[in-house]
């Protein structure tokens, strides 16, 4: 007989004297069968025989439905968790990675947010227990809208891979793979998507498909860059598997919500547990921050710790140790602070894991904000959505009054009126951009063609002023500043030529006297200064001509 049913009994012994009291008496002691029922050796007064039977039947159903209740043990030799998750070497105690997974004291990164990065972790042993329950806490975080590849939850026969193709393990695996993924491979936008998939060694993932159709079950579930850490709480009780996810957008450790249930699943025994994660073109960070790993038992079954109860003796005495050791403990603190009293008091080791009131206030505060904030967004979405759909009912209504007129005046009066789609509130906005885009391009245009036409009046006054009817440059009139050097030019070396006729006829031999007299040397003097001129008149013509363009 089980504790439930010796409950029952002693109930029922209590209860003696309230049954003597209204006339009920016993023959013998109250009976439990096998089958569950009860069998009262009692003679009853007729008024308290029925609310006796229904009291027993509620009795009896109520241990039938505690019954149910699994007796839970946490199993340490399949869970981590900080601090001190790692130890100084880098290992985590009972458990194995690899790949490109990185342990640290706060968490496991079994992915970095690197491209093509695999990593994996496992248990070293199998499970010695048929039902479990898994309580993961991780982040997937990431700088881009979409993130890949995603986290997997494994339960198989044998360890995988740590650079496999399915989320960083190996495919054709025998047992159960949760997937948490976050890239949509087959672009039908629904990811992220947490999902169940079954295999029994000889199927290999459909990558294609994002595995949907090789899914037992699965739900819609954004994970991806939470305030707070997403929660998973995976069970498998009496071939029903139950999957309850944490959104991450709280900080309620209770906040869960059904994601998927399978029943009838038959899972292989003595199974690993392990987490991998992967990342492709993009990349996540993935981080397990929890794994708690809890075994479960039917009430019949007996739960020991290796095959060995603790008595009361020993659990009262184990107590007292404890006691004792804590009070030498806090005996050996107060000794040393009264020995060293100019240190400061050290911080406690565990202060940090728990919050003071003003943490818990601004924690709650940021919640709050952070919840009004998504339902003034969601607001503002819907007021769109209705202004949107206000708009297009207008138009339409604009259109059913024309086309009745029309109908009127000259079609036939039980012919459908046809309804055209009208333009939207985007395709208005894109029309409105392009309309100034052209605005502003006219303008551009209308003063490059004013400054070309003031330019063409500069040119023609120039050509009409001008000797010619060649094209004159904008600025000094070149062409005649180079005539008149030509014709001064020409002038000097006329009179050259007439001063040394000149001088030829008066002295026909200088080779004995000087040929140089003071004529000739000033009219050398007067050509160089016209040279001279000229060129700095030229000079400053081109410098001009510069500095206005400039």
């Given at each position: 007989?089980?504790?439930?049913?010796?409950?029952?009994?002693?109930w029922?012994?209590?209860?003696?004297?309230?049954?003597?009291?209204?006339h009920?008496?016993?023959?013998?002691?109250?009976?439990?069968?096998?089958?569950?029922?009860?069998?009262?050796?009692?003679?009853?007064?007729?008024?308290?025989?029925?609310?006796?039977?229904?009291v027993?039947?509620?009795?009896?159903?109520?241990?039938?439905?505690?019954?149910?209740?699994?007796?839970k043990?946490?199993?340490?030799?399949?869970?981590?968790?900080?601090?001190?998750?790692?130890?100084?070497?880098?290992?985590?105690?009972?458990?194995?990675?690899?790949?490109?997974?990185?342990?640290?004291?706060?968490?496991?990164?079994i992915?970095?947010?690197?491209?093509?990065?695999?990593?994996?972790?496992?248990?070293?042993?199998?499970?010695?227990?048929?039902?479990?329950?898994?309580?993961?806490?991780?982040?997937v975080?990431?700088?881009?809208?979409?993130?890949?590849?995603?986290?997997?939850?494994?339960?198989?026969?044998?360890?995988?891979?740590?650079?496999?193709?399915?989320?960083?393990?190996?495919?054709?695996?025998?047992?159960?793979?949760?997937?948490?993924?976050?890239?949509?491979?087959?672009?039908?936008?629904?990811?992220?998507?947490?999902?169940?998939?079954?295999?029994?060694?000889?199927?290999?993932?459909?990558?294609?498909?994002?595995?949907?159709?090789?899914?037992?079950?699965g739900?819609?579930?954004?994970?991806?860059?939470k305030?707070?850490?997403?929660?998973?709480?995976?069970?498998?009780y009496?071939?029903?598997?139950?999957?309850?996810?944490?959104?991450?957008?709280?900080?309620?450790?209770?906040?869960?919500?059904?994601?998927?249930?399978?029943?009838?699943?038959?899972?292989?025994?003595?199974?690993?547990?392990?987490?991998s994660?992967?990342?492709?073109?993009?990349?996540?960070?993935?981080?397990v921050?929890?794994?708690?790993?809890?075994?479960?038992?039917?009430?019949?079954?007996?739960?020991?710790?290796?095959?060995?109860?603790?008595?009361?003796?020993?659990?009262?005495?184990l107590?007292?140790?404890?006691?004792?050791?804590?009070?030498?403990?806090?005996?050996?603190?107060?000794?040393?602070?009264?020995?060293?009293?100019?240190?400061?008091?050290?911080?406690?080791?565990?202060?940090?894991?728990?919050?003071?009131?003003?943490q818990?206030?601004?924690?709650?505060?940021?919640?709050?904000?952070?919840?009004?904030?998504?339902?003034?967004?969601?607001?503002?979405?819907?007021?769109?959505?209705?202004?949107?759909?206000?708009?297009?009912?207008?138009?339409?209504?604009?259109?059913?009054?024309?086309?009745?007129?029309?109908?009127?005046?000259?079609?036939?009066?039980?012919?459908?009126?046809?309804?055209?789609?009208?333009?939207?509130?985007?395709?208005?906005?894109?029309?409105?951009?392009?309309?100034?885009?052209?605005?502003?391009?006219?303008?551009?245009?209308?003063?490059?063609?004013?400054?070309?036409?003031?330019?063409?009046?500069t040119?023609?006054?120039?050509?009409?002023?001008?000797?010619?009817?060649?094209?004159?440059?904008?600025?000094?009139?070149?062409?005649?500043?180079?005539?008149?050097?030509?014709?001064?030019?020409?002038?000097?070396?006329?009179?050259?030529?007439?001063?040394?006729?000149?001088?030829?006829?008066?002295?026909?031999?200088?080779?004995?006297?000087?040929?140089?007299?003071?004529?000739?040397?000033?009219?050398?003097?007067?050509?160089?200064?016209?040279?001279?001129?000229?060129?700095?008149?030229?000079?400053?013509?081109?410098e001009?001509?510069?500095?206005?363009?400039?």
């Amino acid at each position: 007989m089980d504790g439930y049913a010796i409950d029952s009994k002693r109930w029922l012994r209590k209860s003696r004297s309230y049954f003597f009291k209204h006339h009920v008496f016993y023959d013998g002691a109250a009976e439990c069968s096998s089958a569950g029922k009860w069998h009262f050796k009692m003679k009853m007064a007729p008024e308290v025989r029925w609310p006796a039977i229904v009291v027993c039947i509620i009795a009896i159903g109520l241990s039938a439905v505690l019954a149910q209740n699994p007796h839970k043990k946490f199993e340490y030799k399949y869970s981590f968790k900080p601090p001190y998750l790692a130890q100084k070497d880098g290992s985590v105690p009972f458990w194995e990675y690899g790949g490109n997974a990185i342990a640290s004291a706060e968490n496991v990164r079994i992915a970095p947010s690197l491209r093509s990065q695999k990593g994996a972790i496992w248990t070293k042993q199998p499970t010695n227990f048929d039902w479990w329950e898994v309580n993961i806490v991780f982040r997937v975080t990431g700088r881009g809208r979409i993130g890949a590849d995603g986290l997997a939850f494994w339960y198989t026969t044998s360890k995988g891979s740590y650079d496999g193709t399915v989320f960083g393990s190996s495919d054709q695996w025998n047992g159960l793979g949760i997937f948490f993924d976050s890239f949509d491979n087959d672009n039908k936008h629904n990811n992220p998507y947490i999902m169940a998939v079954l295999n029994d060694g000889t199927k290999q993932f459909d990558h294609a498909n994002d595995g949907t159709t090789q899914l037992l079950a699965g739900c819609l579930r954004d994970f991806r860059n939470k305030p707070f850490p997403t929660r998973a709480k995976i069970e498998y009780y009496q071939n029903t598997l139950t999957v309850l996810f944490h959104n991450g957008m709280t900080n309620n450790d209770q906040d869960f919500e059904m994601c998927l249930r399978a029943e009838n699943v038959q899972l292989p025994k003595n199974g690993y547990f392990g987490v991998s994660a992967a990342t492709g073109g993009l990349a996540d960070d993935h981080d397990v921050l929890h794994f708690l790993t809890t075994s479960l038992h039917t009430t019949s079954q007996t739960v020991s710790d290796g095959g060995r109860k603790i008595s009361t003796e020993e659990e009262i005495k184990l107590g007292q140790e404890y006691q004792d050791y804590q009070k030498k403990l806090e005996q050996q603190k107060e000794d040393y602070r009264r020995q060293h009293p100019d240190e400061q008091p050290a911080k406690e080791e565990f202060d940090e894991w728990f919050e003071t009131d003003n943490q818990r206030e601004l924690r709650q505060i940021f919640s709050g904000q952070s919840q009004m904030f998504d339902a003034l967004r969601e607001l503002n979405r819907k007021l769109d959505e209705v202004v949107g759909r206000q708009e297009r009912t207008l138009s339409l209504i604009a259109q059913v009054q024309v086309g009745g007129v029309q109908g009127a005046a000259g079609g036939q009066p039980g012919q459908p009126i046809q309804l055209i789609d009208t333009i939207r509130r985007p395709e208005v906005d894109a029309v409105l951009n392009n309309q100034n885009a052209i605005l502003n391009t006219a303008r551009e245009i209308k003063s490059f063609v004013g400054e070309v036409h003031s330019k063409a009046d500069t040119i023609l006054n120039n050509q009409a002023r001008g000797p010619t009817a060649q094209v004159q440059p904008i600025g000094y009139d070149y062409q005649a500043l180079i005539s008149e050097m030509k014709d001064g030019l020409n002038r000097v070396k006329r009179d050259i030529e007439h001063a040394n006729v000149k001088l030829d006829a008066g002295n026909k031999d200088c080779r004995t006297g000087n040929c140089l007299t003071t004529s000739m040397f000033l009219v050398f003097l007067a050509v160089q200064m016209v040279i001279l001129l000229g060129y700095n008149i030229y000079r400053d013509s081109k410098e001009a001509q510069a500095k206005k363009f400039y």
